[in-house]
């Protein structure tokens, strides 16, 4: 105890002689609380490193300076301050029922209450629906492989108004409602307008239809919109640790006690015929709740933590909103000799990007009927779960490779099915080991750095000088 309370005495020694040093405005740029905190320092670190010179006058040097410490001191500031806006949040809402408890329809829905979750504060900004299609049988995945693809063909952007718009847009409810109002429109037994609107279905209709025009942008196909999204549903079994189920019993009793409290106020003012998704409160507690450890890993946080990194690797590349400078035609040696970007830097990366993802759990799971986890039976450390995975990629018509070489079944397609196989093969290997590598490259550094230099033992071995670092001839590293 006294060793550890010794260690952290010296390592609050260490940053108060850091902040106290003339060199401080080095760090004060990383670590600044405030904006005008990180400005004064990147001015004072700047005119410490141009002493005796008249760079520090240059407003363009130090523009650019100010500009990469606010950028520095915001990319750190998550890590050292949390709010209680970047937790998740507990929405609950009107919703009109079309069911009863036990399940059975009724013929006129009652106004009851249904809870959401915001992930992220004012999410709905950059949110969008997509209208979505089945691929063609012939390359659409068999229902035997436990996988579903869906292909965008529409998308619509969200543009909410108001606050309330923004934590619940309720543009998917009116949207259902006018479905339920044209299906109910169809079926009129008699009327002269067969088929049309009643009078007060159609002053509901006007209202979806104006509050879906005023908070939506237009709608457009992929194409034009520039929004190309595939998403593959996956059933999986995901290995739970103890540790997240305890924190999914906590989050599961907060939403209950909220659920609680807004069934017992009177709905019925707030949901109308023209007026629906109604907030009725919200619920973030964090400093109540327990935060799983990140580890162990499924492999699915895995795979999406390499597709991060791979998809981030490729932002400062020539390809990314930069000119792409190849030569193309005669040129001198004084142009070839110029700073020129890689092929690989002005190709795409084949990857399919994940740009979200979704879990739904069966409400079996965590029953007491012996289809999940009864609550008086000790749970076990690690506990396999059945899910149904969500993926949103950043792909145009997505197809499994299976599929593809399946549909070109033919006579004469042999060598492209073979040509498929082995391009997919070799992309699959590409992303497993560049994905691989970047995860892990200080200890690829140190593997390196170990087969590269030796410690052969001085003749003096009392001598300051006894161990030397001496490279290899042929590049290896002692046994």
């Known amino acids: 105890m006294n060793a550890f309370a010794d ?28 904006k005008s905190g990180a400005r004064a320092a990147a001015h004072t670190t700047l005119e410490t490193q141009t002493e005796g010179t008249s760079i520090a006058e240059s407003r363009v040097v130090g523009q650019m ?84 693809v869906l292909w965008s063909v529409a998308a619509q952007e969200l543009s909410p108004r108001n606050e309330q718009a923004k934590t619940a847009p309720g543009v998917l409810e009116r949207y259902a409602l006018l479905a339920q109002l044209r299906a109910e429109s169809a079926v009129r037994p008699q009327g002269a307008f067969r088929g049309g609107f009643s009078a007060p279905a159609q002053h509901a209709a006007n ?77 973030c507690r964090p400093a109540q709740r327990l935060e799983p450890l990140c580890t162990p890993a499924t492999g699915f946080a895995k795979g999406f933590q390499l597709n991060e990194l791979l998809r981030r690797c490729m932002q400062t590349r020539t390809r990314k909103n930069e000119p792409c400078k190849l030569l193309l035609g005669v040129y001198t040696n004084a142009e070839l000799n110029r700073e020129m970007p890689p092929v690989m ?38 506990q396999g779960c059945p899910v149904d995975l969500s993926l949103h990629v950043c792909l145009d018509g997505a197809i499994r490779a299976t599929e593809l070489i399946g549909a070109l079944d033919g006579a004469g397609e042999i060598h492209k099915q073979r040509a498929l196989l ?46 030397t670092p001496q490279p290899f001839a042929n590049g290896s590293a002692p046994t």
């Open 207 to 283: 209202g979806y239809e104006r509050y879906i025009r005023d908070e939506t942008c237009r709608a457009l196909p992929s194409a034009a919109g520039g929004m190309t999204r595939s998403f593959i549903g996956i059933k999986a079994l995901l290995s739970v640790h103890e540790g997240v189920w305890g924190a999914a019993h906590q989050l599961a009793g907060e939403a209950e006690r909220l659920h609680a409290q807004v069934a017992a106020m009177n709905a019925d003012r707030r949901e109308t015929s023209t007026r629906t998704a109604e907030v009725l409160g919200t619920s």
């Open 422 to 467: 082995y391009v997919g093969s070799s992309q699959a290997s590409f992303i497993s080991e560049a994905g691989t590598a970047i995860s892990a490259a200080q200890a690829n550094a140190n593997i390196n750095s170990s087969k590269k230099i030796g410690v052969r033992p001085h003749s003096n071995p009392h001598s300051v000088s006894a161990l």
């Open 345 to 382: 830097d002005t190709e795409p990366m084949p990857l399919c990007t994940i740009c979200d993802f979704g879990l739904r759990v069966p409400t079996e799971v965590g029953a007491s009927d012996g289809a999940g986890i009864p609550d008086h039976v000790q749970h076990p450390r690690v």
């Open 65 to 148: 300076g100010v500009e990469n410490a606010l950028k520095s001191s915001a990319a750190l500031h998550p890590f050292v301050n949390r709010t209680a806006k970047d937790a998740l949040e507990f929405v609950a809402l009107t919703v009109r029922a079309s069911a009863t408890a036990d399940g059975n329809p009724v013929t006129r829905p009652q106004p009851g209450a249904a809870l959401g979750v915001a992930r992220v504060a004012n999410a709905a900004r950059s949110a969008a629906l997509h209208a979505c299609g089945r691929p063609p049988a012939a390359v659409r995945p068999p229902t035997a492989s436990g996988m579903g």
């Open 7 to 34: 260690k952290h005495q010296l390592h609050n020694h260490r940053w108060y002689k850091a902040l106290r040093c003339k060199d401080k405005s080095v760090l004060e740029t990383l670590i600044a609380y405030t």
